[in-house]
């Protein structure tokens, strides 16, 4: 069964408004998480690192204050895209990984995805 | 910098037939490389990794990867394909133990035909 869960999985936003997204490892301590973006047929792009606890790390040429990242516990990150239009939509992936436990293998452990479209 | 490059973005096999799908990476220290499986609108499901034991890696669904240090590549192969096989492939590179920051090629999609 999954491992890590994202929600909400459709999200529709009008231009202006933020959006948040939650990602949640379900049975292990997530000690990091990382975000992706994922344009129409095309690559997972990285945009950030994040450790519970700790400020993420964007990848360069991603805003920090657009695409705000927590991760205040070991089970939740969260990814708010501030002030969405058009060009934000996209579909968003986070996955997981741990230090413990089914998390702590080793393995990267993936959410369904999130899918944002801005009016 | 590790990267990683998947030829051709569209692959058509017939039910039954091979499946190669083909990875090759660039990196500048010992990799380790994935691929993962895509259906529309999920996440990615891990299908095989190598990380530094065996050069032949066998994955889940009939699944397995050669990794060729001197070719550089670290090709999916599945003897016989499927329908349920239909789907989106990425190859991935990282570096060190853990499959911590992945650098994912630009994917392939399988069809499979009746």
């Known amino acids: 069964g999954a491992v890590v869960s994202q929600h909400p999985s459709r999200v529709i936003c009008k231009s202006g408004t933020s959006v948040k997204i939650e990602c949640r490892s379900l049975d292990f301590q997530a000690t990091t998480m990382f975000w992706y973006r994922q344009f129409p047929k095309q690559s997972l792009m990285l945009m950030a690192t994040?450790?519970?606890?700790?400020?993420?790390?964007?990848e360069q040429g991603v805003e920090k204050d657009k695409f705000l990242i927590n991760h205040a516990s070991l089970t939740l990150s969260t990814l708010t895209v501030t002030s969405a239009h058009p060009e934000d939509s996209s579909f968003y992936i986070c996955?997981?990984?741990?230090?413990?436990?089914?998390?702590?293998?080793?393995?990267?452990?993936f959410g369904e995805g999130s899918r944002l479209t801005v009016l | 910098a590790q990267s990683v490059t998947q030829l051709g973005s569209h692959v058509s096999v017939s039910e039954g037939a091979l499946v190669l799908l083909r990875c090759n990476y660039s990196?500048?220290?010992?990799?380790?490389l994935f691929w993962y499986v895509q259906y529309p609108n999920q996440g990615l499901q891990l299908l095989l990794k190598y990380t530094s034991a065996a050069t032949l890696v066998k994955g889940i669904n009939g699944f397995e990867a050669e990794f060729k240090k001197s070719e550089t590549s670290f090709h999916l192969t599945k003897p016989s394909a499927h329908m349920s096989d239909a789907a989106e492939y990425f190859c991935a590179v990282s570096v060190g133990q853990g499959a911590q920051k992945l650098v994912f090629g630009q994917g392939t999609r399988l069809t499979i035909n009746p």
């Open positions: 990196s500048s220290v010992p990799p380790y």
């Open positions: 996955s997981a990984t741990g230090t413990s436990g089914r998390g702590g293998t080793g393995e990267l452990f």
């Open positions: 994040s450790n519970e606890g700790s400020k993420a790390t964007y």
